[in-house]
């Protein structure tokens, strides 16, 4: 290289990266400095594009817009009120259960909190003599077994209590030679579907416990649950 022309090149003192362009005889002239990790690599592989801008690109400079914010989340009193299908932060399930009794008896029953130990409230003294058949072994060790026959996480009490009287007429829980149900009362030939026609009144809630054949409605208290 001529001397006048390094010299002329050293007076722009140029940095990595910052290349210096001029035009000469109608053609365009770069000059640039390499780092020392673009001097080693091998010139023949280095390719280098002039692509001049299209006449047809444009720039497109962006307007400032108001800030557009989400809706505010609204919290009202009702938000913040528990929700009745939970207690104790569990998810309720109400449920209705066949326990079936060593004496091969079974007993329906409902429970509107969907308990896992929670096992039943029949009459004692039906259970208790019916027990008094069983041989000694069988009184000392012995098992009940307990059935999940409907639920639902969205059944009101009204449905929860027709969905056990239902249950009660279809299994003959109230037939004293099957179950230990004493109500509805046992009527011969009436099973689950008839049971909202044949003999529907009889599901009367202030119904008195001392009447015959009534039994009184499961009251489930914090410790059974």
């Given at each position: 290289m001529a001397s006048t022309l390094a010299e002329e090149i050293a007076r722009l003192h140029l940095e990595p990266g910052h290349p210096y362009r001029l035009?000469?005889?109608?053609?365009e002239i770069e000059v640039r400095v390499l780092s020392e990790e673009q001097a080693e690599e091998d010139p023949d592989r280095l390719i280098f594009l002039n692509v001049p801008p299209s006449p047809?690109?444009?720039i497109i400079k962006p307007k400032p817009v108001p800030l557009r914010l989400p809706a505010p989340i609204i919290i009202t009193e009702d938000d913040l009120k528990p929700d009745p299908r939970e207690s104790n932060g569990v998810r309720i399930v109400r449920q209705i259960y066949k326990i079936t009794y060593p004496t091969g008896k079974i007993y329906i029953g409902?429970?509107?909190?969907?308990?896992a130990r929670y096992m039943g409230s029949p009459n004692r003294a039906l259970v208790n003599a019916d027990f008094e058949s069983l041989s000694e072994l069988q009184r000392r060790n012995y098992s009940l077994h307990k059935e999940i026959l409907w639920q639902s996480a969205t059944a009101t009490e009204a449905e929860l209590a027709?969905?056990?009287?239902?249950?009660i007429r279809s299994y003959r829980s109230n037939d004293p030679s099957i179950g230990y149900n004493r109500w509805p009362k046992f009527r011969q030939g009436v099973t689950g579907a008839e049971a909202s026609i044949v003999g529907g009144p009889q599901i009367v809630f202030g119904a008195s416990a001392s009447d015959p054949g009534v039994e009184p409605p499961e009251v489930l208290t914090d410790d059974e649950t």
């Open positions: 035009r000469v005889d109608d053609k047809n690109s444009r409902k429970d509107p909190f969907g308990s027709a969905k056990e009287v239902e249950c």
